[in-house]
C-alpha cells in the first residue's frame, strides 16, 4: 500500500519561512516526478511546484516562482518544499503528490499518488 505523508504545517506571520516534508512508503520514488499541490478555501486544486525523478529540474507557479524551492532526496524517499517570504496568499492545504511519469508534470490527473495534506495558514 502506498503512503504519502505531509509534515510541517504551521501557521506562519507574512515574510517567514516553512519547509514541508513528504515521505513515501510502500513505493520507491526514483522513477517518480513528484509534485506539491495547493488547495486554498473554496479554491480549487492547483500546482506549486514539480520536480522530476532524478531532481535536476524543477517548475514552479509564476506566484511561488523564487520564493519556493522543490526537492527531494531519493534515499530517503522523501520530497521537500522550502517556503521563503511566506505571503497570506499562500495560505491552503498543501498536498505532495507522485506521478507515474518521470518528468515534471503540472496536471493533477497525471498524479497517482497523493497525500492527505498538511494546512498552512499566513497571517498579515
Known amino acids: 500500500q502506498v503512503q504519502l505523508v505531509e509534515f510541517g504545517g504551521a501557521s506562519k506571520p507574512a515574510g517567514d519561512s516553512l519547509r514541508l516534508s513528504c515521505t513515501v512508503s510502500g513505493l520507491s520514488i526514483r522513477v517518480n516526478a513528484m509534485a506539491w499541490f495547493r488547495q486554498a478555501p473554496g479554491k480549487e486544486r492547483e500546482f506549486a511546484a514539480t520536480i522530476n525523478s532524478i531532481g535536476s529540474h524543477a517548475v514552479y507557479r509564476d506566484s511561488v516562482k523564487d520564493r519556493f524551492t522543490i526537492s527531494r532526496d531519493n534515499d530517503k524517499n522523501t520530497l521537500y518544499l522550502q517556503m521563503n517570504h511566506l505571503k497570506p496568499e499562500d495560505t491552503a492545504v498543501y498536498y505532495c503528490?507522485?506521478?507515474?511519469?518521470?518528468?515534471?508534470?503540472?496536471?493533477?490527473?497525471?498524479?497517482?499518488?497523493w497525500g492527505q495534506g498538511t494546512q498552512v495558514t499566513v497571517s498579515s
Open positions: 503528490a507522485a506521478s507515474v511519469w518521470e518528468n515534471t508534470q503540472t496536471l493533477p490527473a497525471n498524479y497517482r499518488y
